[in-house]
């Protein structure tokens, strides 16, 4: 058996027991149905070391990996202190009375006492109840910011969770939050490749604390056109003179800049591969060309049609 990778990890420094986050994460995000496929992808990803999983009361994924989890837990692969799990509220339960019992559902349905991360998915609320993806404009309620971060500081308090924060916040939603919060939110999780480098929301996040978590490290996850990373010509000599592939060279990137980030491959080798980031480094010229890829947002945000002022 290959020896587990030990993965580095970021204290959340505004969480009060100071969690320490894993900067790999597995993702769970909703294109997976098949639960025994999950179920053994978790239980070799824990294999290899994963110990972050991440998942969302929208993704459907919470059950089959609550059971994985558990597998895990009982063969004594890992520990439950060892995990790092987050889940995250959706928009129809983005309430201040929704918000126990929908972080309450999550643990049951994931079979786990407690969370280490609770986040808000989006900024937004829907009508309670109304489940649809894309969200439907029309449902759409004001986003009572300060009530609903008040539940979420309660989840803390009352140990449903070791750690909250927010999803998909741009600087000035996070603004607003951090205006009538008691407790800072220690987590944004946020869209962040190298073709949509988020430099001002990174530059903000760094100065109130808050860890950044991309997701679609590498860029994959929507089927428009082709992927400016992963298809990218330069990216592949980058790769190539350091004998690594064009994902490990986008994770090294997503590593150095001192973010988290959540990758999703249920393929045995590529989960592998994704951990072989950590013993070799981009040169100064390399992270100067990177500086110059093309940016543009790859995820536009859950409704249809598109809001304009999601991300502002």
Known sequence: MAAIIEIPTKVLTNSSS??????IGMGSAPDFTCKKDTRDAIIEAIKQGYRHFDTAAAYGSEQALGEALKEALDLGLVSRE??????????????PHLVVSALQKSLKT?????????????????????????????????????????????????????????????????????????????????????AWQQKELRAF????????TAFSPLRKGASRGPNEVMENDMLKEIAEAHGKSIAQVSLRWLYEQGVTFVAKSYD????????????????????????????NRLIPGPTKPQLNDLFE
């Open 205 to 212: 996040c760094n100065a109130n604390g808050i860890v950044l």
């Open 82 to 95: 060892e995990l790092f799990v987050t889940s995250k509220l959706w928009v129809t339960e983005n309430q």
């Open 110 to 194: 994931l079979q786990l006492e407690y969370l280490d991360l609770y986040l808000i998915h989006w900024p937004l609320t829907s009508q309670p109840g109304k489940f649809s993806f894309p969200i439907v404009v029309e449902d759409l309620l004001p986003f009572d910011v300060k009530g609903v971060w008040e539940s979420m500081e309660e989840c803390l308090k009352v140990g449903l969770t070791k750690a909250i924060g927010v999803s998909n916040f741009s600087v000035k939603k996070l603004q607003n939050l951090l205006s009538v919060a008691n407790i800072l939110p220690a987590v944004n999780q946020v869209e962040m490749n190298l």
């Open 18 to 23: 100071q969690q320490k986050i894993p900067v």
């Open 268 to 295: 045995k080798g590529r989960m592998n591969q994704n951990l072989q980031i950590f013993d070799w480094a981009l040169t100064k010229e390399e992270l100067e060309k990177i500086d110059q890829i093309k940016q």
